[in-house]
């Protein structure tokens, strides 16, 4: 009698065990959310126009994307946010992989489409074209291997890009034929990397608690911020605010 007694409490002291390390898990994988918009601070500028009369599908766009300025709020488009590759950040189990294999870069009136993107290690970029017209896109990392393949008009897949390590900062990506075309795209190895919108507005989601280290990219000005310090706190969405970036940090240099 005296063995079941002592059995029976081991089995409930185990289950008690059992049913306590999820929750003490749990507890211990604490998330939260950043936000924050970035403002022109300055006259915005005209827009990049270029020389597109030698190609009649582009002659109807004839402006770069180059920087992007919203003229009612003054909303930085296309500012990359992100933690460096080399933070090697903790990641929520729900983005421990991606939920799309594939990033669509498309072309339309020799525009490339979005202009500024993210990718992860475990995705290809797959390289299509609205326009009547060939192109060609090169790219230029620091860390993967290149491509630079013809792209025909009205291709609608079946170009692709396969990465295998994050880039330092984003990568350009050019037409050899349209020499204003240009797209950016930052390869990580995870999830924890957004572009601002047309409002210049952002948010990175299910973040770990934390200090955590961030930059701020943008294709003219380079560094916006280079290593900015944010402390991200279980189940809050930490809000940055308006973010004024000088007009001089996106002056042209040629």
Request: glycine share 4%; with cysteine.
């Amino acid at each position: 009698m005296k063995f079941n007694s002592v059995l029976r409490r081991a089995v409930l002291v185990a289950t008690l065990m059992t049913s306590v390390l999820p929750l003490t898990s749990t507890a211990q994988a604490q998330w939260g959310d950043l936000t924050g918009q970035f403002i022109f601070d300055g006259d915005i500028p005209a827009p990049d126009e270029v020389d597109s009369t030698k190609e009649p599908i582009c002659a109807k766009t004839a402006l770069t994307d180059e920087l992007v300025i919203n003229k009612d709020n003054k909303g930085i488009a296309n500012i990359f946010v992100f933690i460096p590759a080399k933070e090697k950040p903790k990641v929520h189990p729900d983005l421990k992989a991606s939920k799309d294999k594939e990033v669509v870069l498309d072309q339309k009136l020799c525009r490339y489409l979005p202009h500024a993107l993210v990718m992860r290690t475990d995705q290809l970029l797959d390289v299509k074209s609205m326009d009547d017209c060939l192109h060609n896109t090169q790219t230029n990392p620091l860390k993967n291997d290149p491509v630079n393949f013809a792209v025909a008009a009205k291709s609608r897949g079946g170009l692709t890009w396969k990465v295998k390590v994050a880039e330092t900062n984003p990568t350009q990506i050019k037409c050899g034929i349209h020499p204003w075309m240009t797209a950016y795209v930052l390869i990580l190895d995870h999830p924890y990397a957004v572009v601002s919108d047309k409002d210049g507005k952002f948010k990175i989601e299910k973040l770990p608690v934390g200090e955590l280290e961030f930059r701020y990219w943008h294709e003219r000005a380079g560094y916006v911020e280079k290593a900015v310090k944010i402390k991200i706190e279980n189940g809050k969405s930490k809000d940055l605010g308006v973010i004024k970036v000088k007009a001089d940090k996106f002056a042209k240099t040629n």
